[in-house]
């Protein structure tokens, strides 16, 4: 069974960085794609970022584009999400998944996910 586990989640000041991490248990992390994913109060799961699974090629949603950064570890099994000059906005429920096949932008692609972590960011 594979388990997701986020962690970095925090309250921080619009402008402030974060980094989320997500370790993915067992050995066959270097096939997934991965993504993040968020989800605000009451609003749909949307797209953040997803990084191919053997990290070629990495896209992002519009609103975090030169903001955001994804990157991988596979030595590690883990993903990491840099978040830079954080807004308001961004603030959500932030969810790690690992896709069913090795890259994908839509949560159905994805097959497990992560309990997900909360990013506040104050105004």
């Known amino acids: 069974q594979v388990q997701v586990v986020e962690s970095g989640g925090g309250l921080v000041q619009a402008g402030d960085s974060l980094r989320l991490s997500c370790v993915v248990s067992?050995?066959?992390?270097?096939?997934?794609?991965m993504g993040w994913f968020r989800q605000a109060p009451g609003k749909e799961r949307t797209f953040v970022a997803a990084?191919?699974?053997?990290?070629?090629?990495?896209k992002y949603s519009d609103s975090v584009q030169g903001r955001f950064s994804i990157s991988r570890d596979n030595a590690k099994n883990t993903v990491y999400l840099q978040m830079n000059s954080l807004k308001f906005d961004d603030t959500a429920v932030y969810f790690c998944?690992?896709?069913?096949?090795?890259?994908?932008?839509?949560?159905?692609?994805?097959?497990?996910w992560g309990q997900g972590t909360q990013v506040t960011v104050s105004s």
């Open positions: 067992g050995r066959t992390f270097g096939r997934y794609g």
């Open positions: 990084i191919h699974a053997r990290g070629i090629m990495a």
């Open positions: 998944a690992a896709g069913r096949t090795d890259w994908g932008l839509r949560p159905y692609e994805y097959e497990y």
